[in-house]
């Protein structure tokens, strides 16, 4: 286990392929996902069921695993049990003097009294991992539909600042 991190309420840890399965179930918890379970309470592997036989996240696992661009998290609580997941990306560009952005994506921490705690202590974690990374810009990408989630990264200092738009190349699951 590579630990990344300990904060006060959480330990992040980069994500093995036994991870999966718990990954693939915290996003599923979100209103915008397909398989979305409603519920304000921590969610079990028994409530959201079985993974979808269909998807293909083994292979996307090798594929993030193996790129050191990437970094596949997961957030464990005091218990070590999986709390939450994220993945942050790094991009070399050519726009802004040729920086690199790091891209945060599938941002998920399990329903609970503490999780706005964990999360704001884990975001705040990633700006000093993506500054020590070489990072000019951390950017957060999520869903127009997660309102609810726009104003908590407001409050950690981040602002609307590009569109971006979106053409699927493939049918949905």
């Known amino acids: 286990?590579?630990?990344?991190?300990?904060l006060d309420g959480a330990t992040i840890i980069r994500a093995t392929r036994e991870?999966?399965?718990?990954i693939e179930r915290l996003l599923a918890d979100d209103p915008t996902s397909?398989?979305?379970v409603a519920t304000?309470?921590?969610?079990s592997d028994e409530v959201l069921?079985?993974?979808?036989?269909?998807?293909?996240?083994?292979?996307?696992?090798e594929r993030i695993d193996s790129d050191p661009n990437q970094s596949l998290l997961v957030i464990l609580?005091?218990?070590?049990r999986i709390i939450g997941t994220l993945q942050l990306s790094f991009v070399?560009?050519?726009?802004?003097?040729?920086?690199?952005?790091?891209?945060?994506?599938?941002?998920?921490?399990?329903?609970?009294?503490?999780s706005i705690a964990i999360g704001k202590e884990v975001f705040a974690w990633m700006v000093g991992y993506a500054k020590s990374r070489g990072a000019r810009v951390l950017m957060v990408t999520t869903d127009k539909d997660r309102a609810h989630?726009?104003?908590?990264?407001?409050?950690?200092?981040?602002?609307?600042?590009?569109?971006?738009?979106?053409?699927?190349l493939c049918p949905s699951k």
């Open 1 to 6: 286990m590579e630990i990344l991190a300990e």
């Open 49 to 61: 069921g079985p993974t979808p036989g269909d998807s293909d996240l083994e292979a996307a696992f």
């Open 34 to 36: 397909p398989q979305h």
């Open 92 to 114: 070399t560009t050519m726009a802004r003097g040729g920086g690199i952005r790091a891209f945060c994506s599938g941002a998920r921490i399990r329903a609970g009294a503490d």
């Open 19 to 22: 991870h999966i399965p718990t």
């Open 149 to 168: 989630i726009h104003g908590f990264f407001t409050t950690m200092g981040f602002r609307a600042t590009h569109d971006a738009l979106t053409l699927p």
């Open 40 to 43: 304000t309470t921590l969610i």
């Open 77 to 80: 609580d005091d218990s070590d």
